[in-house]
Nanobody, 130 residues
Framework: EVQLVESGGGLVQAGGSLRLSCAAS????????ISWFRQAPGKEREGVSC????????DYADSVKGRFTISSDNAKNTVYLQMNSLTPDDTAVYYC???????????????????????WGQGTQVTVSS
């Protein structure tokens, strides 16, 4: 059974930090790019950050560059998103998403508006208070 299980969300004050985790199982982790997407009420889904499990290449949305860092532990099949200097605009449900098509194309993964990705997690809520 394929699973992407997110954790680490919560309530934090503006300027604070959170670290999200995405534990993957049921598929060959090294064959997939893993991205974090977020969805806030009334806003479009946004690709936040991506990492290739093959070569470790990464990409970020402009809105989070310099504040968020994505990393992976391939031995644990886990991807992390370290989020610093959080603002209320970062409030959203964050989803971990895996797709083999974008293994070496993180930019394309984040820009893909069509969806239809291979696997999604259940999401974790991040709320940043002002």
């Amino acid at each position: 059974e394929v699973q992407l299980v997110e954790s680490g969300g919560g309530l934090v004050q503006a300027g604070g930090s959170l670290r999200l985790s995405c534990a993957a199982s049921g598929f060959t982790f090294d064959d997939y790019a893993i991205s974090w997407f977020r969805q806030a009420p009334g806003k479009e889904r946004e690709g936040v950050s991506c990492i290739s499990s093959s070569d470790g290449s990464t990409d970020y949305a402009d809105s989070v560059k310099g504040r968020f860092t994505i990393s992976s532990d391939n031995a644990k099949n886990t991807v992390y998103l370290q989020m610093n200097s959080l603002t209320p605009d970062d409030t959203a449900v964050y989803y971990c998403v895996a797709d083999a098509r974008y293994l070496l194309d993180c930019f394309g993964f984040l820009e893909d508006e069509k969806g239809g990705y291979d696997y999604w997690g259940q999401g974790t809520q991040v709320t940043v208070s002002s």
